[in-house]
Every structure is written in C-alpha cells, then in structure tokens.
C-alpha cells in the first residue's frame, strides 16, 4: 500500500464513554492486551485498567472509561480475592507453571497437615516479592534480573491475608480461596505454604474472582464482547460510581453543587444533615443524582479531591 492509500484511509471516530467494564480475563492474555482488545471494541478514547492480572491467570479485570479512569487507584489499593491450585513437592524459577522446576520433594503431609499450615498465613505477614515480577530495582524490574540468571535482594514487604481457605484436596494438589490485601502475591503465598510443609510448591493455577466490592458475578468475555453488538456492549458498563460503592454517599442541593464543583472546601454542617465518619465519601447532585465526584471529610469540612468533568 503507498503512503498516499495509507493517509486517505479515513480514522475510526472515537467515542467519549464513561463506565466500569468488568472483564473476566482469558488465560494467557495480558492485561493490557486485554484492555487494548475492549478499548478497540467499544470505540473508546480513553480507558485503562485496575491492576495487573499475570497472563497465566484468569479472572476479574475491571477496565475504566473516560471519567472512570480517575477512579482507578481506588481499585489498585482494594483487596482482592483469588482461587488458586498449588502443586505440592515441585519448586520452579517464577513460582508458577510457567517456570522450570528447580527442586523436587517427597509430599508426605495429609490434608489436615495442609489446612493447619495454611491457618498460620492468615493476619499480617512479610512476603519477599518474587524475582519474577515488575518490581524495580535502579530502575529495571527484576525479572529482567532473573532472565539475565542474577538474582538481587529484596526486602520483605508486609501484607495481609484477610481470609484463607482450602477449599479442594487431591495430593499433591490443593486448590484454596484467600482474599489478600494489595501487592500481595499469590503465587508467592503457595511457594511459602509449601515449604511450611516441607516439600515446596508452586502455582499451577489462579483465578481472580473479587476487587474491592466487584465480583465475577456480572462480568464478560472478550468473546462476548466480540459477538454482541453496539447496545447490548454498552448495556455491560457499570456506572463510574461502581468503583465507590464502599464510600459513604453524600447529596449536595444546587448552590452546594455549584461551589463543589468549582472545586471550593464546603462546612459539613451546611450540606449534611446527619454525623458523617472522617474519610472519602462520594458526592452526588441532589435534583438528578449524577455523581460530582469524591471528597474528603474531616474536621468539619467537605474538601473535593476529584471531580466528575461532565458534572458541569
């Protein structure tokens, strides 16, 4: 094709879409495949994600559009909640299946043994991040690190396993539930499991089923997404405030909404009528109950921190 065929090919026009897709992520994809996928898909000119899932793992993925995006830290601090099966008796370089395995024991534990190992991760605990992973380190991640065949110290990081259950046993593979807080790494958890038992493990599979408030329950395939048509694509897009539904809500009447969105600091006392815990809250307009934004409350005082832009 000559370069005057490639510049009179016309540009797709981009649509200006504001949602929260919750994508059940296909193994062997990487999340920004992924959302370059659905950002394709629906035409959009802005999206990103909400936290990296590794290719070998499936699972939610929220994706954000236009205004959402804004809100997409909020999901990277959240908890989230994995089904994962590790193999017991078999370490490998990256933790997982994808590596080469390295050492190789004997598992002589039982089920029970297993269950009463896992109980003592639960609470806070330190991980030592894996070398397979995009931490950095004088600027270049440490997998580049390990696929170079060097290995750098790391210093543990703490981490909190909220909840942690077995939930199928067939020796030497376990398959659990564990609801984490962020920066913990799954993967990391079974390697760890595996040698409280004494024979070392690895993953050999993980699914993310729940970030934050958000669960599998109402998410899409790609394939899905492929297949189906304009409206029945947009039908799938939770609202912006899908990603706030653990903050309290506030309503601000019409001159409140005004100085709010000019971004001015409002008393408390004059736009809430009831005693409101110190914290982020999600503000809305009381005549139409569009989303404004997010604030902070404290010390007497309503403080804007970001604003929805087609609030205005």
């Known amino acids: ?8 090919r016309p540009k797709i026009p981009r649509r200006a879409l504001d949602g929260v897709l919750l994508l059940d992520k296909p193994l062997g994809l990487s999340s920004n495949d992924a959302l370059i996928k659905a950002k394709r898909l629906y035409l959009a000119k802005k ?6 899932l590794d ?16 809100f997409s830290q909020d999901l990277l601090e959240a908890d989230k909640t994995y089904e994962a099966t590790m193999r017991l008796g078999i370490r490998t370089t990256t933790g997982d299946a994808e590596g080469e395995a390295i050492d190789t024991r ?6 029970a043994a297993v269950e009463a190992a896992m109980t ?36 543990g990081r703490p981490v909190t396993i909220h909840a942690l259950k077995m939930i199928a046993c067939a020796l030497p593979l376990v398959t659990f539930r564990v609801t984490c807080s962020k920066g913990t790494y799954v993967r990391t958890l079974a390697e760890d499991i595996g040698e409280a038992l004494g024979c070392g493990a ?5 699914r993310r089923t729940g970030v934050g408030a958000l669960t599998l329950e109402h998410a899409v395939t790609l394939d899905a997404l492929s297949t189906a048509d304009e409206a029945e694509r947009d039908s799938w897009l939770q609202p912006v405030d899908a990603l706030l539904s653990t903050f309290p809500a506030v309503r601000l009447n ?19 009528e009831t005693r409101l815990e110190d914290g982020r809250v999600r503000v809305y307009a009381q005549d139409d109950g569009r989303l404004l934004g997010v604030a902070r409350a404290g010390e007497g005082v309503l403080a804007p921190e970001r604003l ?3 609030a205005s």
């Open 47 to 52: 999206a990103g994600h909400t936290g990296t």
């Open 106 to 111: 004997d598992v002589t534990c039982d089920e």
């Open 202 to 206: 690895h993953l050999t599979a993980l």
């Open 120 to 155: 003592r991760f639960i609470g806070d605990i330190v991980q030592v991040p894996p070398m397979y992973s995009a931490l950095k380190r004088d600027g270049k991640p440490l997998y580049e690190y390990a696929r170079a065949g060097q290995t750098v110290e790391r210093e």
């Open 55 to 70: 290719p070998l793992a499936t699972g939610l993925l929220p994706l954000c559009f236009g205004e959402a995006t804004k």
């Open 254 to 272: 019409d001159e409140a909404t005004k100085r709010f969105l000019h971004g001015q600091r409002l008393r408390l006392a004059d736009v809430v």
């Open 1 to 8: 094709m000559s370069g005057q065929e490639k510049q009179a």
């Open 308 to 310: 929805i832009v087609t």
